[in-house]
């Protein structure tokens, strides 16, 4: 019996020591690493001047209204922001739809827009 536990504990000992050589741990760390994404935080004013500058993109004849023509997709969602359905949206329509898309974001309406909220609402879609 004396025997049979010293020769389990031996071979514990010896499979305990059977893990990632160092070279293999290194070769893991730099895996995590190359697929590491740093947090981001986009405040409200920040978004405001993103949105003010894509609405500018879009806009491509300059006439500060963006009609079906000029939006990127035919399938794209921005129809939704023409509140009076007149088949155009006005800066003030784009940045009030934009806006209200951010403050959906926005869980815990701080004014900022984390990556991990953002993770939260891809994950409800």
């Not at 004396?2 to 050589?21: F, H, K």
């Amino acid at each position: 019996m004396r025997w049979t536990t010293i020769a389990v504990l031996a071979g514990a000992m010896l499979i305990a020591g059977c893990g990632p050589t160092k070279k293999e741990k290194r070769a893991m760390a730099d895996a995590r690493a190359a697929n590491f994404v740093p947090p981001s935080v986009t405040s409200r004013a920040d978004f405001g001047r993103q949105m003010e500058r894509r609405f500018h993109e879009l806009d491509h004849n300059g006439d500060d209204v963006l009609t079906p023509d000029e939006y990127p997709r035919r399938d794209s969602k921005l129809a939704g922001l023409d509140r009076n359905h007149d088949g155009r949206i006005t800066q003030g329509e784009f940045s009030e739809g934009m806006m209200a898309r951010f403050d959906k974001a926005d869980l815990n309406h701080d004014s900022a827009v984390t990556s991990d909220e953002r993770a939260v609402l891809a994950n409800e879609r």
